[in-house]
């Protein structure tokens, strides 16, 4: 996967002030209207009181508490579309699959970019942990941290605008990676929500990729959560495998 980052340091080689500019202009206006949005009050309660109380672990740290954007390279041609932030991870940094913890699902979705060539570091610890993603941009169906991560169909449709206007600005994107079927469900919530109905409706499945009417290429991924990884349901080769498969899809895009 070397030829991704290759092809992104080419690019930037080549037109270094204007690549990805305005696409990064447009995702720094969406994000402040992610962190500011608060249309889901027992979200947004649920967040201030966990950034309140905290986790013994963190309890010297200020809690970012806030609903969180998207994180990523403006010119990605793979979206990741996960469920939501954690508690005491993405709520506390601010930043999606940052912070929980050793062996938790971001250092274990890092790794798998990293090896992939899609992340410049195999962990995502901090905001200010020097990692930058090459062709690849993390979103979440919900922005806010929902309790025993569940949020409700009225939290999802209502966020899903955020999502919406995160993909507008990310016009490259032709493979869509969904992290859980509540991320693969919404994703195709929101296609339908622009006019493009997928039928019949695809089923989830792990590594199971559909070919959709605009042209992307919706693949599903088992949410690299805890519960998923520590029993084995998803295994570190299983995400290669997806990631491999993301890439054959990219190159295949490029020769057409
Ligand atoms: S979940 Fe989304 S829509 Fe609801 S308050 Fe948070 S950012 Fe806003």
């Known amino acids: ?13 080549e037109h270094p002030t204007r690549v990805g500019e305005p696409e990064r202009l447009a995702l720094q206006a969406i994000q402040q209207s992610i962190v500011s949005c608060e249309r889901c009050p027992r979200l947004r309660e649920y967040c201030a009181e966990i950034a309140r109380t905290k ?27 996960a469920l939501a932030p954690a508690a ?10 940052t912070g929980d913890g050793p062996h938790g699902s971001g250092d274990f979705l890092m790794a798998a970019l990293h090896r992939a060539g899609f992340a410049n ?29 569940k949020p409700t169909p009225v939290e999802i ?5 955020h999502l919406d206007a995160e993909i507008a600005a990310l016009p490259r994107v032709r493979v869509v990676v969904a992290l859980g079927k509540i991320g693969f469900d919404a994703y195709l919530q929101l296609l339908k929500r622009r006019g493009v109905n997928v039928r ?8 199971v990729a559909h070919e959709l009417p605009n042209g992307q290429t919706l693949i599903g991924c088992y949410h690299p959560s805890r519960q ?29």
């Open 88 to 97: 005491h991870g993405a709520n506390r940094t601010g930043r999606v699959f």
């Open 55 to 81: 986790r013994r672990a963190y309890r010297n740290e200020v809690y970012w508490g806030k609903p969180v954007p998207g994180f990523g390279d403006p010119r990605a041609r793979m979206l990741l579309v």
């Open 200 to 207: 019949p409706k695809p089923a989830f499945g792990h590594g």
């Open 1 to 13: 996967m070397v030829t991704i980052e290759r092809k992104a340091r080419k690019d930037r080689q």
């Open 228 to 256: 998923n990884t520590n029993t084995g349901k998803l295994s570190a080769c299983m995400m290669d495998d997806v990631f491999q498969r993301v890439a054959r899809t990219l190159r295949d895009t490029d020769l057409r």
């Open 157 to 161: 449709a209502n966020c899903l605008p």
């Open 121 to 149: 570091i195999p962990t995502a610890e901090r905001t200010d942990d020097g990692l930058e993603l090459t062709d690849a941009f993390i979103a979440a169906a919900v922005r806010c941290a929902p309790p025993d991560n």
